[in-house]
């Protein structure tokens, strides 16, 4: 039998003379390997132009990216601080901290707990003298801040060995909320828990009293204990330390300038979703209405087409828009200065591993960067003070910026006269300190990012898919030095006036999710309690109300206690909600005119002229509470009503009352929105 090897190789000299040289077959075989070659060669191309997405400008993350330990050994820092920032605050302290430990002979570094893997505080040991320090805000019914959330969750749900981590936690709170200063305390609790060491005591700010205050007093005792553990001494370098250096760009491609973008370059013309905080969508103003009746207040009523967006909403849920700050005080800032605002700058991280490499997005100019990117009507903190008395030239007002910046009483008592008290804010603080001349630079530097504002929607999605509504109140008031000062937010809200010339009034906006939700039961009675701008997320849940009885839902009772100054001033809504009463939907519409008459009256007299009913709904018929407005004094005001409800109908001792409202919380039935 012949080697089928050899017959295969001896077939094409075996061909008889007068046969085609190529076969049918033949050519068949050639012209599907020649068109199999020409569709590899031209889709072999295209399939490797695909990825083509700038992977150099947004590489993949790595495990080195995301180690906060293998970072520190490379710089040779021995001190970490974490932060849990919603509005900046808590990410301004970590970074004035981070900066202390120079002063130390150490060195720190600020991080986000969103951008590193946490479960490494266990190897933290393995550096020297090391120490983590966790500046933790408290959002909302005590939550963690967004950038928190991960890092709350591993705590929650793991059981690492943290034997050998130092730490401490400074912890940002108002007093004025249910669950004060949760976060802090829950970490501070958690870590130690975990076998962690805790090296100094929690320190509590308060955001009701004085934040900046309690934060320098609680520093000025933690920094000698870090001393005496380490069994380091103080360098005695109380200079100033430059985090960012200047660069001055002289002929670069307008393209390549931020003018107010918050993340990716040019996003505001070319929009692409998801919209996030650093991806907000500009959402064109389509109605902007005064509210209000009469009275020296503007209440105003806005709504913002989402349409096209794919952004999604729930009834109580928020709206964050971007502010800019008003031209005017950006104008004089650059005049008092002598700066050309236009001067097109970076600043650039002198620590080249830092992940912020720097503070504001650059390049771009002085005037975007004080427009859109940094605080400039709040009053500075004392590290601001501190840093920049070096500028001044007359001794005396060094001396005094110095001492407010100090733990002293008389500095303190002097940051809070001159400072607080009198609303100064940086540009006061120049027209005022005639001799204070700092480099525009530094000063960009040390200001606090502009951060969005937090609106309740006053819609439904069921109803306003493509559309959200925000109901706010104007800011604006005089101070002690006689200046108007004005509300950055709803200042320049109150400017954004839809045109018929086909130019857009934009907000930049995205959603923040919320856990002020209706009942799941549609059948279960609500009491919504919100007086003035409270009244916002009430607008949602009652068109919702109205939505769910058109589809046939069986709703249950809907009651709403509002509250404002003048029934024919400032009755918001009044219309909207008189119809909705008229209709059924709303069961019943309580309105407390509080200076209509000789004594004030307020929504919880209201509440309680109608006890009997809201013990009823409350005790019998599973009813949710929803309050909203002022945390200060409304809010409490209607809880200790309620618990006098409870005491006077439900036969309670005021424990019991107070316990029996606790547990509505937990429940999920007494839910607040509120802010102080």
Known sequence: MADPQMEASAGPELMEEGEPLLSNLDIFLFSLIVGLFVYWVVFRKKTEAIPEFKKLETPAPTARETSFIEKMKKTGKNIVVFYGSQTGTAEEFANRLSKDAQR????????????????????????????????????????????????????????????????????????????????????????????????FDLGLGDDDGNLEEDFVSWREQFWPAVCEHFGVEATGEESSIRQYELKVHEDLN?????????????????????????????????????????????????????????????????????????????????????????????????????????????????????????????????????????????????????????????????????????????????????????????????????????????????????????????????????????????????????????HKATVPMYIRKSQFRLPFKASNPVIMIGPGTGIAPFMGFIQERAWLREQGKEVGETVLYFGCRHKNEDFLYQEELEAFEKEGVLTRLNVAFSRDQEHKVYVQHQLKNNKEAVWRQIHTDNAHIYICGDARNMARDVQTTFYEIAEELGGMMHTQAVDYIKKLMTKGRYSQDVWS
């Open 104 to 199: 130390y002979g150490m060195k720190g570094m600020a991080a986000d707990p969103e951008e590193y893997d946490m479960s490494e505080l266990s190897r933290l040991k393995e550096i020297d003298n090391s120490l983590a320090i966790f500046c933790m805000a408290t959002y909302g019914e005590g939550d963690p801040t967004d950038n928190a959330q991960d890092f709350y969750d591993w705590l929650q749900e793991g059981d690492a060995d943290l034997d050998g981590l130092n730490y401490t936690v400074f912890s940002l709170g108002n007093k004025t909320y249910e669950h004060y200063n949760a976060m802090g305390k829950y970490v501070d609790k958690r870590l130690s828990e975990l076998g962690a060491k805790r090296i």
């Open 254 to 502: 307008m393209n390549k300038i931020y003018t107010g973008e918050l993340g990716r370059l040019k996003s505001f013309e070319n929009q692409k979703p998801p919209f996030d905080s650093k991806n907000p969508f500009l959402a064109p103003v389509t109605v902007n209405r005064k509210l209000n009746k009469g009275g020296d207040r503007h209440l105003m009523h806005l709504e913002l087409d989402i349409t096209g967006s794919k952004i999604r909403y729930e009834s109580g849920d928020h709206v964050a828009v971007y502010p800019t700050n008003d031209a005017t005080i950006v104008n004089r800032l650059g005049e008092v200065l002598g700066v050309d605002l236009d001067t097109v700058i970076s600043l650039n991280n002198l620590d080249e591993e830092s992940n912020k490499k720097h503070p504001f997005p650059c390049p771009t100019t002085y005037r975007t960067a004080l427009t859109h990117y940094l605080d400039i009507t709040n009053s500075p903190r004392t590290n601001v003070l501190y840093e920049l008395a070096q500028y001044a030239s007359d001794p005396k007002d060094q001396e005094n910026m110095r001492k407010m910046a100090s733990s002293s009483p008389e500095g303190k008592a002097l940051y809070q006269s001159w400072v607080l008290d009198s609303c100064r804010n940086i540009l006061a603080i120049l027209e005022d300190l005639p001799s204070l001349r700092p480099p525009i630079d530094h000063l960009c530097e040390l200001l606090p990012r502009l951060q969005a504002r937090y609106y309740s929607i006053a819609s439904s999605s069921k109803v306003h898919p493509n559309s959200i509504h925000i109901c706010a109140v104007v800011v604006e008031y005089k101070t002690k030095t006689g200046r108007t000062n004005k509300g950055v937010a709803t200042n320049w809200l109150k400017s954004k006036v839809p045109t018929d010339n086909g």
